[in-house]
């Protein structure tokens, strides 16, 4: 496998933590609007695909292979998770 092959396998396993994140960081921008003015878009979108690369990683030793929906279901719980912590959502 050369290096461009390699890199494309990895931006296409990153790739829906990335997505999700700038969704679910867009969505806090929305409906949170006051809080998420302080924190900005590049940290919470940081964090969140940090977080998602994590659990896509976990999903990939515990399934053995990338691509499962429980994987991706809990992609999205733990992004959203992260997102209503980052803007402190049980004040609301």
Do not use: E
Request: contains cysteine; aromatic residues 16%.
């Amino acid at each position: 496998m050369n290096p461009f092959i390699a890199l494309n396998h990895l931006l296409n396993f990153v790739a829906p933590a990335f997505v999700i994140a700038v969704v679910m960081v867009g969505c806090g921008q929305l409906f949170f609007r006051q809080r998420a003015k302080l924190i900005g878009w590049i940290k919470p979108v940081a964090i969140n695909f940090i977080v998602g690369c994590a659990v896509l990683l976990a999903g990939l030793w515990y399934f053995g292979n990338d691509g499962k929906w429980l994987s991706y279901m809990a992609l999205s719980v733990a992004i959203a998770t992260t997102q209503w912590v980052l803007l402190r959502g049980w004040w609301a």
